[in-house]
């Protein structure tokens, strides 16, 4: 248990689809992550919220909207999404974004866009 | 950024110590080092970090050269569930940037 945790473990999608991967901490951090983790490739950052305030957007597609409605929670909205978006999504928090502190992680929502 | 560099893949004997080495010639001297590792299927786990001086936890030790461009991550006595993939990360925590690590496996 890592104190975050990611819901749904698993999706499948279609193209057309409108679906939301949520995330959830009880560890009382201020800044939460989403990254994408594509098959054989290393971890990139998407987007990065401190204090419910998003403060890194790393030139993701608009067919991705995060929203954090509090510290602890943080949702990421897919819709119109291509099959090479396909890959492991996990979210992380951290005490808050600007300390050194380590990020925690879920074990991530496995999605694959058919 | 700082850049690392780390072999991509290592074995170990069931209960030998684990040795994982990472260059970070790059790296600034506000910059703390941070090794996580990720098992197959699950998020990354944070493991130990460090800025100068060497560290130990209850999940392994960090060894920090006295210029800070390298470091080497020990676990000192492996088992099979140490099987995953280990990352070293200079981290400012905007900065996290992951690298593709070195996947130990441990032999039993």
């Known amino acids: 248990e890592t104190g975050v945790t990611q819901t749904p473990r698993h999706l499948v999608m279609g193209m057309t689809n409108k679906k939301s991967l949520k995330c959830e901490q009880h560890?009382?951090?201020?800044?939460m992550y989403w990254y994408k983790q594509s098959a054989k490739k290393p971890l990139e950052l998407m987007f990065v919220y401190n204090f419910k305030e998003q403060t890194e957007n790393n030139s993701v597609p608009s067919r991705f909207s995060p929203e954090c409605p509090n510290s602890s929670h943080l949702f990421l909205h897919l819709h119109t999404l291509q099959p090479e978006d396909s890959a492991l999504y996990l979210c992380?928090?951290?005490?808050?974004?600007?300390?050194?502190?380590?990020?925690?992680f879920g074990n991530g929502t496995r999605l694959t866009v058919t | 950024d700082a850049k690392t560099t780390q072999p991509p893949s290592m074995d170990c004997a069931e209960g030998r110590a684990a040795n994982l080495p990472c260059n970070h010639s790059?790296?600034?001297?506000?910059?703390?080092v941070y090794w996580y590792r990720q098992i197959h299927s699950q998020g990354p786990q944070y493991i130990i970090h460090g800025l100068k001086n060497n560290e130990t936890n209850e999940m392994a030790s960090l060894i920090i050269t006295e210029d800070r461009k390298s470091s080497t991550l020990i676990l000192p006595h492996a088992t099979l569930r140490d099987t995953a993939v280990y990352y070293c990360i200079p981290q400012r925590n905007e900065k996290l940037t992951f690298g593709t690590g070195t996947r130990l496996t441990i032999i039993p």
């Open positions: 560890l009382g951090h201020n800044a």
């Open positions: 992380a928090s951290s005490q808050d974004r600007d300390s050194d502190s380590p990020l925690h």
């Open positions: 790059t790296i600034s001297g506000n910059e703390y």
